[in-house]
């Protein structure tokens, strides 16, 4: 089984940083795509980060600048640092990954999965 776990979420005051993980752990073989999502209440989960399989980062628009998404590939973990922090990005963040995971003996499953969610507010 594979695992996406977030950590790094919180309270920040506009125009603050905080920096969130997202560890993949289980029996992985690849990790190709990864990415950030958003969601706020009645709203429609939003990607504003990916990092391609070649290495490529793409930025929603409303985040362009301000967020930047990394990976580290040692320890199969990747990292959204979040700065200029704006209220309107108040929401629940998700990891995102498209892994190759074993099943088994010869066998292997490649297939998108998300992590639980990590709470992110920024209020003064």
């Known amino acids: 089984q594979v695992q996406l776990v977030e950590s790094g979420g919180g309270l920040v005051q506009p125009g603050g940083s905080l920096r969130l993980s997202c560890a993949a752990s289980?029996?992985?073989?690849?990790?190709?795509?990864v990415a950030w999502y958003r969601q706020t209440p009645g709203k429609e989960r939003e990607e504003v980060a990916e990092?391609?399989?070649?290495?490529?980062?793409n930025y929603a628009d409303i985040v362009k600048g301000r967020f930047t998404i990394s990976r580290e590939n040692t320890n199969n973990t990747v990292f959204l640092q979040m700065d200029s922090l704006k209220p309107e990005d108040t929401a629940v963040y998700y990891c995102?990954?498209?892994?190759?995971?074993?099943?088994?003996?010869?066998?292997?499953?490649?297939?998108?999965?998300w992590g639980e969610g990590t709470q992110v507010t920024v209020s003064s």
């Open positions: 289980g029996s992985i073989l690849t990790i190709a795509s």
């Open positions: 995102n990954a498209q892994i190759l995971a074993a099943l088994g003996p010869a066998r292997s499953t490649f297939r998108t999965y």
């Open positions: 990092l391609t399989r070649g290495g490529m980062p």
